[in-house]
């Protein structure tokens, strides 16, 4: 018999041990991704430093959406400011869009595709 809502809640181990997980098995896709170059593609960047701005800055005007994590610089407020500055050039050169996601996120994207600022919610 299943546990109720408040056995789940009351123990996480339960929880964790009925939750059911689907592996995915991406290997057989990668050879036709490989294949087919793509219009646009979702690109993740890490900050360190106003070094990385340039590669960022490069695959923002090729076209492509780039999800960059700034937790290793966000706590310093000059280097935070002076990216956030320049991204938005970007954007406004390239009539994108830019985000930020939950803390350390930013969303920059092209023209023609816009960050929704709704999140996603479940109904039941």
């Known amino acids: ?7 789940k809640l009351l123990n996480p181990q ?7 997980y689907i592996d ?6 990668e050879d036709i991704l490989d294949e087919e170059p793509a219009a646009l593609y979702v690109k993740i960047a890490e900050f360190t430093g106003v070094n990385d701005l340039p590669e960022i ?3 923002i ?10 937790a290793l610089i966000k706590n310093d407020k000059i280097v935070m400011d002076r990216v956030v500055k320049e991204l938005k050039q ?21 023209a ?9 919610v479940r109904k039941y």
């Open 1 to 7: 018999m299943p546990k109720g809502f408040l056995d």
């Open 90 to 110: 970007v954007v406004a050169d390239i009539r994108g869009d830019i985000a930020m996601a939950e803390h350390d996120l930013i969303i920059v994207t092209p």
């Open 112 to 120: 023609n595709v816009k960050v929704d600022r709704k999140k996603l």
């Open 24 to 29: 995915l098995d991406l290997a057989e896709y």
């Open 57 to 59: 800055k490069k695959e």
């Open 14 to 20: 339960a929880r964790l041990e009925e939750e059911e």
């Open 61 to 70: 005007y090729n076209g492509n959406i780039v999800i960059t994590d700034v």
